[in-house]
């Protein structure tokens, strides 16, 4: 009976077949057939170019435990323990470093293979010397190369140590610039989100078994309740999924940074503000209007979260085309800004009416010039501001934090980074709508089915027989 509910469910759902190789989506190894068969032992430096006091040289594969004995003389070395050792080129009997050797035997390791690691002195000359003896070596049955670009974080993945979302994880975190970037990226390279989707993966799959047991075995003495039961949990779960996908996007803010755009009239300051709030000349200043005409960027680090802020053109008529060109740019990018700082001249009798008309719930009203005496003109929770004489300029720089931190909270459930996270899970959503509006249940399972692969492109896992499982160890079939 297993092997005939083998076959029928391979034949509905070919596509279960594990794993699903979204590795190559996120850049992790070439995706060639060749990934898929580990033979080779590979090496390469660990830590980035440049000098440095220490850098990391590692090997992985079966014959890393022979490439420590033939570098370092260490032919049972004790596994995770940092031994001093003389590094040589088997070949010319050259030494290459004094440093220290760790031995990783799989699959208690980075890869889940054997792991040798040299720490040796951070000299590029230090470190292309290792790597070139590396290469010249000669194991019998296996091949030492260099490794490709994810490598040894694709191997991770084939053999079970890190999901796609754990992976993701490890690349953000090396890419981290701010504090809050880094706290997401450790939070998910320790499994918070993968934990979160095995789960409602769990819960998918013993739904599914339950519909997948009525269909096939509609004879037998089951629970009146089954199928009804089971559209219960789906909605409870499908609750769940839609909180994480109406999250504002919280996690993608914090991986991509926050986007804020300064906009105002001709010569209000816009130009001058992004250079106080960037702490340096970032952008032309010049009492002439319609000297900024394209979009300037500076990148910036506010309350240890990322953010972009952008001075555009002046907003006014113009006849000029290449001027009005940057109107219509500053307009589109104020649209789509996470935060728009709208600045007014407050020499000016008067609010410009073009201005004022981009205040809403995301803008911030600055008002310049206070320097040169009171604003004319009020305009409820704006900040008055010198960006001559800097003064409140700390105030604004505060509330530009408060607002950026409330609307990249970090914390609550674990929150979607990429915008592939976001796809799958809503195909998921989708998939259980219909399922629960679906009362024939071949058509419920197929949705089911087609949810439990949307949740398994997010982690890499989507596994036929863990149906088969949840079936045999739930249900007494065949009895």
């Not at 890190?162 to 610039?177: C, K, N, Q």
């Not at 009171?374 to 501001?385: D, K, L, M, N």
């Amino acid at each position: 009976m297993r092997n005939f509910l083998l076959s029928r469910l391979r034949g509905r759902a070919r596509e279960w077949a594990y794993p699903v190789r979204c590795a190559m989506a996120c850049g992790l190894g070439s995706g060639k057939p060749e990934h898929r068969m580990v033979l080779d032992t590979i090496f390469a430096p660990a830590t980035g170019a440049g000098r440095a006091g220490v850098a990391v040289v590692r090997v992985s594969g079966p014959a890393s435990r022979a490439v420590l004995a033939l570098i370092c003389g260490l032919p049972d070395p004790m596994a995770r323990r940092a031994i001093r050792c003389r590094m040589v080129d088997p070949f010319s009997g050259v030494a290459l470093d004094d440093g220290l050797a760790i031995w990783f035997p799989g699959p208690a390791s980075f890869t889940g293979e054997d792991v040798a690691e040299f720490h040796v002195h951070g000299g590029r000359a230090t470190i292309e010397a290792v790597c070139a003896a590396l290469g010249r070596l000669v194991v019998p049955g296996n091949r030492l190369r260099l490794a490709e670009a994810g490598e040894f974080s694709r191997r991770a993945f084939d053999n079970g140590k890190l999901d796609l979302t754990a992976i993701e994880g490890l690349s953000d975190l090396v890419a981290a610039e701010t504090e809050a970037q880094r706290r997401q990226a450790l939070r998910q390279l320790g499994g918070a989100l993968g934990v979160q989707i095995e789960k409602w993966r769990t819960q998918l799959l013993s739904a599914l078994a339950r519909v997948e047991v009525a269909i096939d075995f509609p004879d037998e003495d089951l629970p009146d309740h089954l199928v009804s039961e089971t559209d219960h949990n789906i909605l409870g779960l499908l609750a769940e999924i839609s909180q994480i996908i109406d999250d504002d996007r919280r996690g993608e803010r914090v991986r991509d940074g926050l986007s804020i755009a300064i906009i105002g009239a001709p010569n209000v300051g816009t130009s001058s503000l992004l250079n106080a709030l960037a702490r340096r000349d970032a952008a032309i200043v010049s009492d002439a209007a319609g000297t900024t005409r394209d979009v300037v960027e500076v990148r910036l680090d506010l309350g240890g979260y990322p953010v972009t802020l952008a001075d555009t053109a002046g907003l006014r008529e113009t006849s000029d085309f290449v001027e009005k060109e940057g109107v219509l740019r500053a307009l589109s990018r104020a649209e789509v800004a996470d935060l728009t700082l709208v600045v007014f001249d407050g020499t000016e009798p008067a609010a410009d009416k073009a201005s004022m008309a981009q205040l809403g719930l995301t803008s911030l009203a600055v008002i310049n010039k206070i320097d040169l005496g009171e604003a004319g003109f009020a305009i409820a929770g704006a900040i008055a501001v010198s960006v001559q004489t800097t003064e409140n300029i700390d105030v604004l720089i505060s509330e530009i934090e408060r607002r950026v931190v409330a609307q990249m909270d970090v914390m609550g459930p674990p929150p979607l980074t990429r915008a592939r996270h976001r796809a799958a899970l809503v195909d998921c959503a989708a998939a259980l709508d219909r399922a629960v509006a679906e009362r024939g249940v071949d058509l419920k399972a197929e949705d089911l089915r087609l949810a439990v692969v949307a949740l398994g492109r997010i982690t890499g896992r989507v596994d036929v027989e863990d149906v088969l499982d949840v079936i045999f160890s739930e249900f007494c079939i065949g009895k």
